[in-house]
């Protein structure tokens, strides 16, 4: 009920919600505006539960009473009782589609997330961002390439990870031949490979987790002069050890190694963190090759996944075994509940049962861990463990002729198979068991996610005075879905990428559709920025197709206005800015005639893909305007003649089934035909 006094007239509006007093967390919200007929509307966990009348109250509401919550004023008796969370007003009337997209934010709230430097010994980083790998040269079934230059060891590994790899890990003599062969740096110059030592003095690890067994040290080293706890290479191929960034020795670069991924089939999609890979259930699956750095013994693997289906016991993450229907380990759904496992040579196998089924259609953050030293493997959801148990099973690989490592399917006696109908963004892999604070770090980062940051060298000429002479060619750099281009660095920094709640950020201009992409890019270098196009950003956005790149807009919030700084002739592959001096936040929209109409059409299925035939199907438009559709034998449905360019309501209900998401919000761009709703088994 909402009461108005607006000190002339008097009254209560009563909605037609149910009775929420069952003892479980419920978004409630009014949006009112005075001017419109039906400008009262009622809201319970972002479904229309009423409309009214509000015009009849048209005097001042404000009074110089305080504001209480859960507080009657004279009656004690209607004090509430239970807990109310993130109160909030708003100065205007807010439309469906904003008061849903508070209630999808779920825990996560309307704190802006921020993003998390990625924990120690991650080494695998997939997220879904289509990230190119530069041109390298193959060894080992590797790639090989050097990193940008003039960084740390740490702003170097941070680079590789940022291309799902790391510094090189060079384990015998014939891969340091070929490295010395090819990345050999200059006289004087070192390059740096993936160990250190900083963990436990004079026992030094690849960053890889691969055993540390071959070595190429120079005579003399390592000697840990003034502390050097990280390993770079001569130009003879002998092994050094440095202080990260140490004016003693002058190391230039990275030797960076990473494995190829192989996108079999997956496509991309809008994401929870940027940009996601997503899966058809039928045949799609992402490959990455085999390395010794996916055959820890100790392991996490953690990522944020969303199910369309859960028929057909689907994989998220998989290390197949070789000849068996078996995994090294695995996350996957089967017979009603999450679960994680690990086995090993003999046929052994450890499965952990978390008795949890996810929603479809939500984003959940999966974390599985093995701890072999404790003996225990965990299992948690959105930061929180679910299930724990004692294992004595150690993690078994094969090392002759290994399976890759795989997202969104598995291989059951050398056929692939239990396909993902989803989406799996910024998979991770880490040599150790995280912790339970540090799981929780990365599911509290939310749409922010990890940190991806690449060190960006000066390009300035200089004398031995440090006078400037010249300058070299502009400086760019290639973090996820960005790449930035400077023109002119006068000092080297870091420049990082992460994802962006918008949330927190004034609304994009009137009759620009948000893509649901929003970046924020910064730098700790120094850059000329006086000129237009002193800085440029070019965006790869796969998961935009088969938006029309003419149409898409790229928002650059200037002064607290967002403006246009899109080029002319962008491509998806390469959508860029233009006219710019500085960074940070990017919204991508797009523009859609106002007067195009388009339609709305999709499919209500059971879990197991029968279409369901009755179901009531509602389409509300941003007025509060209201259409009804039946689905026929089939299980389809459609709207004809709707307003292009803004943004809807689809809601399925069904006497019959129940559906973990029944409403979604589209963006009418065109035509549409798979808005589609699978009910829960």
Known sequence: TLQINDGINFGNYISSSADLRDGQWHHVAVSVDRDNSAGLKFFVDGMSVGTQNPTGFQSDLSNAEPFFIGKHVTSPAANFVGQIDEVGIYNTALSISEILSIYNTGQSGKCKPSPLNPAANLVGFYTGDDVTTPAGIVFNGHIYFLSSGGQTWVQAQAEAQSYGGNLVAITDAAEQNFITTNFAPPNGVQYWLGANDEAAEGTFVWSTGEAFSYTNWSPGEPNNSNDEDFVSMLTNGQWNDCRNGSIHCIVSRGIIEVNPITVNGATFAVGKVGQAFRFDGSDDYVEIADDASHRPANITIEGWFKANSLSGSPHFVSKPLVGNNSNSYVIWYQNGELRGGHGNSSGGFDTLLTGFTPNLGTWYHFAYTIDDAADTHRFFVNGVQIATAATNLPIFYDTINPHPLLIGGELDNN???????????????????????????????????????????????????????????????????????????????????????????????????????????????????????????????????????????????????????????????????????????????????????????????????????????????????????????????????????????????????????????????????????????
Request: aromatic share 8%; with cysteine.
């Open 415 to 681: 056929t692939l198979g239990s396909f993902l109908n989803g989406q799996a963004d910024e998979v991770s892999l880490y040599s150790r068991a995280l912790s339970p604070s540090e799981i929780a770090a990365v599911y509290n980062a939310g749409t922010a996610g990890k940190l991806k940051s690449v060190a960006t060298p000066a390009n300035l000429l200089r004398t031995a005075k440090m006078e400037t002479f010249g300058s070299l060619a502009p400086t760019t750099v290639q973090l996820s879905a960005a790449t930035v281009t400077f023109q002119q660095v006068t000092t080297a920094g870091v420049t990082t990428e992460s994802g962006l709640d918008m949330g927190m950020l004034p609304k994009l201009p009137a009759g620009v559709i948000f893509t649901g992409l929003a970046y924020d890019i910064s730098t700790t270098a120094v850059y000329q920025n006086a000129s237009p196009n002193d800085v440029q950003v070019c965006f790869n956005v796969p998961s935009l197709a088969p938006l029309n790149p003419a149409a898409l807009r790229i928002y650059h919030l200037e002064s607290g206005v967002w403006v246009n700084r899109a080029a002319t002739g962008n491509t998806l592959a390469a959508a860029c800015t233009s006219g710019m001096t500085s960074l940070s936040p990017f919204a991508l929209g797009y523009l859609v005639p106002s007067a195009a109409q388009a339609s709305v059409a999709g499919r209500i299925t059971t879990a197991n893909g029968n279409g369901i035939r009755g179901a009531i199907v509602r389409l509300t438009e941003p007025n509060g305007t209201t259409r009804t559709a039946r689905t026929g034998s089939f299980g389809y449905y459609s709207f004809e003649d709707i307003t292009a360019g803004q943004n809807v309501v689809i809601q399925v209900t069904t006497k019959r089934y129940s559906f973990a998401n029944p409403s979604q919000i589209v963006t009418v761009s065109g035509d549409l035909s798979e808005v589609s709703f699978t009910a829960q088994e």
